[in-house]
């Protein structure tokens, strides 16, 4: 079942997957684009630390995370390659930033300072990378905020202005209008950039999406994230090439019971047996991760058969119905996001399910999931 003796539901991450879909983007993108494997939130709850590894054994040059903690704890595991911490840092997080040689993205003068000022006590010259707002209208300088902000920074000692990135709000969507719009505003801010006579490194703004679906969007490095993961990055279109899908999301059968006609199943009785039904219990839950909305319309797998949830998902178990699938047990296997037998649940159906998206599913997934790697 597991690694660890007792436990009854976990998620098994493929490291080969992660492997194979890294090195599918390297022959995508060319020997002369970089990779940013993009580990934030957990790397979206597949584990940041083995899954940085195993992208860069497959030829990811860098890494990239939204939080000053998430870089930390990946340096702290002894990784060496460079780490953009891509959101937001206060002022007060800059010492602690060039302590754990990590680079920033930068978009006020105040945070710039603080980097100045601690870089060179630390007697180091860091790097950091300017966001351009180009029509997300998040994080991120509107483009006629750049070119004065790179000239005061530029002034600054012990900072050295190594990259330049956006993001696109459509990337995913059918219709390419309003990222193509998004890409000719960034262009422009690179060009007046380059007409200054200042040279910035490394320039990025390419997801998953973007990097399948726009070649002119990968300038020297792209960002891939989602289908790093072996997920879709689309509900409008399909990948370019193959992905793996690096997460199976596994449970047991704790108890199987017969239940008569008009049985309230759970809390609410918002299920009623409308006939004898053979009920197995599931040791998952939303103190999992697993989404409360699943109630009713989840769908898990049994023997390589589906199973639909009946009641309310509660914090730590949920019911479903295995009447039609003969034989099944206690300590059965049971998988919630994967492949068993012939049949399989992906990340996007269960989202679809929970009128969410992949991206929440693995990410939502709590740390009491024991992760379990192979490969």
Known sequence: MSEIDGVVTWAEIDLEAIRQNVRSFKRH???????YAVVKANAYGHGAVPVAKAALEAGAARLAVHRLTEGIELRQAGLTAPILVMG????????????????????TTEFAQALSTQAA????????????????????????????????????????????FTHFATADASDQTWVRQQITTFDQVIASIQASGMDIPIIHAANSATTMKLPQAHYNAVRPGISMYGMNPSSEWEPVFDLHPALTLKSTVSRVRELPTGAGVSYGRTFVTS??????????????GYHRILTNKGVVLVRGKRAPIIGRVCMDQFVVDVTGIPGVQQDDEVVLVGRQGDERISAEEVGRLAGSINYEVTTGLLPRVVRKYIN
């Open 121 to 164: 006590a630390q007697g180091k010259t860091i790097p950091l990378h300017v966001k351009v707002d180009t029509g997300m209208s998040r994080y991120g300088l509107f483009p006629a905020e750049v070119m004065p902000f790179l000239t005061a920074i530029a002034k600054l000692p012990a900072v050295s202005i190594e990259g330049l």
């Open 275 to 288: 006939r004898p039904t053979t009920a197995a219990l599931v040791p998952v839950g939303y103190g999992d």
């Open 29 to 35: 993108v060319g020997a002369a684009v970089q990779i």
């Open 88 to 107: 937001y840092t206060p002022p007060a997080g800059a010492q602690t930033m060039v302590e754990w040689d990590l680079t920033p993205s930068c978009i």
